[in-house]
């Protein structure tokens, strides 16, 4: 259908696209002339509407259509933001550290962000072990969210007494969010006086805790590789599958 100007003017109001190539370099005179006459622009918008309803669903198409391509723009945007930030702490990610397992060489293919009050992050930490199983190939690092008390705690048991300790009192914390973490401690048989709590220590938390933030990560656990970053639990057989891509 050949559509008249001010048809054509009206129509760029619901459908820009089948508007514009139509309209050319009369658009602006004839917007200038509907917009000031609110009452006949109103008018003739309906009378147009009520002629050609399939504008309605036209004007929905297009809009779903300009959507979806500025999501998938802002999408690949904030991928490739990802990455270089990763690329740029590759080293402080992925480098081989005593709280890591799995193959012994590095560098690590997936790094997990977890805080010590946190049962979701002991759950992916266990998923995660059992995925090294799989996997002998590959290297998993652990790194800290967060640099509490509690989180303080648990680092420095893990260096006076090793990982199994560190676990325990990890799970213990986690079955108790209400109890501070040094009574937690003590019921464990420990006394948090007798931690070699170092600066050195201290420091390395709060680099940890940091890495989480610079990332823009906000979620409990959180994991990082190489190509992308994760926020929150993800079951193993989904992880299986990226780190496999």
């Not at 622009?41 to 809009?63: K, M, N, S, V, Y």
């Not at 490739?80 to 799995?102: C, K, M, S, W």
């Amino acid at each position: 259908m050949m559509r008249p100007p001010r048809a054509l003017a009206l129509v760029g109001l619901v459908a820009p696209a089948i508007a514009l190539a139509a309209l050319g370099a009369r658009a602006d005179d004839l917007w200038q002339s509907l917009q000031s006459d609110p009452a006949l622009l109103g008018q003739e918008l309906r009378a147009l509407l009520l002629e050609e309803p399939e504008l309605i669903e036209q004007t929905r198409a297009e809009a779903r259509r300009r959507m979806a391509a500025d999501a998938a723009s802002d999408l690949a945007a904030e991928i490739a933001g990802d990455r270089a930030t990763i690329a740029d702490l590759a080293e402080a990610l992925f480098n081989v550290t005593p709280r890591g397992f799995g193959a012994a060489n590095g560098p690590a293919g997936i790094t997990l962000f977890t805080a010590a009050r946190c049962a979701d992050c002991l759950q992916a930490e266990a998923e995660l072990r059992a995925l090294v199983e799989e996997m002998p190939g590959l290297r998993v690092e652990r790194r800290s969210l967060s640099d509490s008390r509690a989180d303080l705690l648990a680092r420095a048991l893990e260096k006076a007494k090793g990982a199994e300790a560190a676990l325990a009192y990890r799970t213990a914390l986690a079955e108790a969010p209400e109890t501070d973490a040094d009574t937690v401690l003590r019921q464990t048989g420990v006394d948090p006086q007798s931690l070699p709590m170092s600066d050195r220590l201290r420091a390395d938390l709060a680099a940890e805790a940091a890495l989480f933030t610079r990332l823009g990560l906000d979620a409990s656990p959180s994991y990082v590789m190489p190509d992308r970053l994760i926020r929150g639990a993800m079951p193993g057989i989904v992880l299986k599958r990226y780190l496999s891509e």
